[in-house]
């Protein structure tokens, strides 16, 4: 009792670090996190084994009778990063065609963990707003910058993770369906930075994210609207920006453009968490 | 130093005004009663105290610090509407996350013994969810304690508790305050219970404040009246009616008087026209009738 009048200062470190203990703490209580993780796991092994069991067959149109044969994947890398090739460069009215085989490619593989984690950061976010945690975190909580620094981090390590599980289940896949394991032009070192390249560009989504579902407050579906329309907009450069023949020069670029975006973006979340009602 | 010092407090919402030019005292060890009808900017103004919402004008200190300041609400325990619980975590994992953003050491401890005091221990591996409204309220009230606050902000902490629950809360309010130096600014619609517990008032209307005033002025103030019954009641009420102006009957059926007669005159003269008083006391009236006395523009 002796303490009622004592108000202790903490500095951010101390802050931070608390709230992300309760952060982490809540995230690894949370189903969706588990579930995100699981289907980053299965999906690229069922894609992996059912596009090469379908790979040779053949398909007839019925009307101009052109007969389709089904292209499998060649290699496991094919899940995890696109090659940009010096022929759709070279050929101008192929160029198109190739293009579009590219953005399949692109939206069809590891990269849709950037828009699966969008569900995590969302739901994370306004169930705080929704439950009325919000009230008693931000009662003794008088920074916002603390919330918002905790959620990008948590939002950060589960898309991470999803990069990480999808890789592994691609691996797996491509175990399971004989896939060949070979680089042919590309080495390890490429495949370790794409995968770095795409963990730190995840920073950049996460950000965004981070900002709509705090602008949205308790409005899931609107975060998650907001938030799968806003990372639309990048999403068809992320095969652009971290190819599987990745350098350190796109670790950097996106290692400073995800840092850049998140203290940005950060701030602005901040100014919004401030300037309007949290309940 | 006073716990709570608002001044010239403002909150719009758009056009409507939400509270206008508000100001509340509470001092340290205070059991501050904060009162007023629906919408009349209680919650919003225990909002603002706790920073939940930006104020549009005025300034508010909580123990001479700027409302603002992380290191005095880090010591403000709030329940504000609902408790703010997870529905699909269990009790004790949400108050175990409460302590942890408090940085309690010890937290399973601490979050134990809080739990007794509520009288919810053995509910703590009930999940949220399939809690009953009072047992919510008690988890509420239990995660407003957690960290030992010196101010506590409290928006109907009494609804939905059962008879214990009440004597529980005014046992663990009058508990908390008995150093004088913490604090408790509780708002309710239960009058009567509140006013069992709280040593200061502040009613309030259109987010403006009528009255504030300690326990000992409002009973200074609330009038006291003459309780009565009768072996004729509705006679008895005719012939008091006529010679007295504020006469009604109450719901316990006793007719009161409320004009600054004696019980030995009022008995008199009903006897002398005919009437026998089988019952007669005097009493004061409670916060509750004060208040609706005072909303009616009365005295």
């Not at chain 1, 950037?114 to 705080?128: E, K, N, W, Y």
């Not at chain 1, 599987?244 to 940005?264: E, H, P, R």
């Not at chain 2, 101010?151 to 629950?165: F, I, K, Y």
């Amino acid at each position: 009792m002796n303490d009622a009048l004592k108000f202790p200062k903490h500095s951010f470190g101390q802050r931070v670090k608390t709230m992300m203990k309760v952060d982490v703490r809540r995230m690894l209580k949370s189903k969706v996190f588990y579930i995100l993780l699981a289907v980053a796991l299965i999906i690229p092994i069922v894609m992996t084994v059912m596009m090469t069991m379908m790979a040779g067959k053949e398909s007839t149109d019925p009307q101009t009778g052109e007969v389709t044969v089904m292209e499998g994947p060649e290699s496991v890398w094919e899940s995890i990063g696109t090659l940009p090739t010096d022929e759709a460069a070279e050929k101008p009215t192929d160029g198109e065609a190739q293009m579009g085989d590219m953005d399949v490619m692109a939206m069809c593989n590891i990269n849709m963990a950037f828009m699966g984690v969008c569900v995590f950061v969302c739901l994370f976010i306004s169930d705080d707003f929704r439950s009325g945690y919000a009230k008693n975190l931000f009662t003794v909580r008088a920074k916002k910058g603390d919330y918002v620094v905790s959620k990008t981090v948590c939002g950060f390590i589960c898309g991470s993770l999803m990069l990480i599980f999808y890789f592994i289940g691609a691996l797996l896949g491509g175990a399971i369906s004989g896939l060949s394991f070979g680089l042919g032009t590309l080495n390890i070192g490429n495949i370790i930075m794409c995968m770095l390249s795409k963990i730190f560009l995840m920073l950049v989504f996460v950000s965004i994210f981070t900002l709509i579902s705090v602008s949205a407050k308790q409005k899931a579906w609107l975060s998650i609207c907001g938030s799968l329309g806003g990372g639309m907009l990048l999403f068809t450069m992320v095969g652009m920006i971290t190819p599987l023949n990745s350098t350190v020069i796109n670790v950097i670029l996106t290692l400073v453009g995800g840092l850049l975006f998140a203290v940005g973006l950060g701030v602005i979340s901040k100014t919004v968490l401030k300037k309007s009602s949290l309940v | 130093m006073n716990a709570v010092e608002i001044r010239n407090l403002s909150k719009s919402f758009g056009k409507k005004q939400a509270v206008n030019g508000l100001d509340m005292t509470v001092p340290m060890g205070a059991i501050y009663g904060f009162i007023g009808e629906n919408g009349s900017g209680k919650s919003t103004t225990e909002k603002m105290i706790c920073g939940l919402i930006p104020c549009s004008g005025g300034s508010i200190k909580l123990y001479g610090k700027d409302h603002t300041d992380p290191s005095v609400r880090a010591r403000v325990g709030v329940l504000i509407e609902s408790p703010g619980c997870f529905p699909s975590l269990t009790v004790f994992d949400n108050m175990m996350l409460q302590a942890e953003n408090l940085g309690i050491k010890n937290a399973e401890k601490e979050v134990i013994k809080i739990l007794k005091t509520v009288r919810m221990e053995g509910a703590a591996g009930n999940k949220y969810k399939n809690c009953s409204l009072g047992m919510k309220q008690r988890v509420g009230i239990a995660m407003a304690l957690l960290g030992n606050p010196t101010l506590l902000v409290l928006d109907e902490p009494l609804n939905g508790l059962d008879a214990d629950g009440m004597r529980i809360m005014r046992e663990v309010f009058t508990d908390i305050v008995k150093d004088g130096k913490r604090s408790i600014v509780v708002s309710s619609h239960l009058l009567g219970e509140l006013q069992k517990v709280a040593t200061h008032y502040e009613i309030i209307r259109h987010g403006k404040m009528i009255r504030e005033m300690t326990a000992s002025e409002l009973d200074g103030d609330c009038r006291t009246y003459i309780a009565l019954k009768a072996d004729d009641m509705g006679k008895a009420k005719y012939i008091l009616g006529g010679k007295l102006s504020r006469v009604s009957e109450d719901e316990a059926g006793y007719i009161r008087v409320y004009d600054p007669v004696t019980p030995e005159e009022t008995a008199a003269y009903l006897y002398k026209n005919g009437v026998t008083v089988t019952e007669i006391m005097t009493d004061k009236i409670g916060l509750e009738e004060y208040y609706i006395d005072l909303m009616k523009g009365g005295k």
